[in-house]
């Protein structure tokens, strides 16, 4: 991947049920990776939240343009993060971002230890978490978190680091009849 991270805009609100796939492959010496799911503008605030400062909020008002290299967006409703270490090791960092970065949950990355093997991630949004299974569905989800900003307002995937490619990225929607519908953004 170039100095930039790989983005890809979601084509419509996420709703209850809905997936984001991000399949790539890891460079061998990877050290971090990790996956943004971002919300362009300033969320609504609520008493939940850490209020942003007024001037936070003006300056996000100009947030949908490109940022430069190595700069995060200021709303992140999850950030997924694998840390490789030199043990062969990898650990789990998950947490969120209202204009500061919030308390992180690290976690054993059990699904983390071969970088020479294309990566499957899935990420699947319920009423107040995000479940997310390495590889398939078809398990018991892998890592959860809880949301702290609204669902329906995330409008971008952003994949940062160590990856050599990213192959794929799949919006999966479950529309109302509780089938799936699905479009590839590569």
């Not at 609100?13 to 984001?20: F, I, L, S, T, Y």
């Not at 430069?68 to 030199?86: C, L, Q, R």
């Amino acid at each position: 991947m170039n100095e930039r991270p790989f983005q890809a805009q979601i084509p419509r609100k996420p709703a209850v049920g809905d997936e984001v796939i991000v399949k790539g492959m890891l460079k061998p010496d990877a050290r971090v990776f990790s996956v943004n799911l971002i919300l362009p503008q300033a969320p609504p605030v609520q008493k939940s939240l850490s209020a942003p400062s007024e001037s936070d909020v003006k300056s996000s008002q100009k947030c949908c343009a490109p940022l430069p290299t190595n700069h995060s967006w200021p709303y992140i409703a999850y950030h997924f993060k694998v840390v490789f270490n030199d043990d062969g090791s990898s650990i789990v960092v998950q947490n969120w971002k209202n204009v500061v970065w919030q308390n992180e949950r690290r976690t054993l990355g059990h699904n983390f230890k071969d970088r020479t093997k294309p990566f499957t991630i899935i990420f699947r949004f319920h009423h107040d978490t995000i479940r997310v299974f390495i590889d398939h569905t078809h398990h018991v989800p892998d890592y959860e978190f809880e949301y702290e900003l609204p669902l329906e307002r995330i409008r971008l995937v952003e994949i940062w680091d160590d990856v050599l490619y990213v192959e794929e990225v799949t919006f999966r929607f479950k529309n109302a009849g509780g089938r799936s519908q699905g479009g590839d953004f590569t």
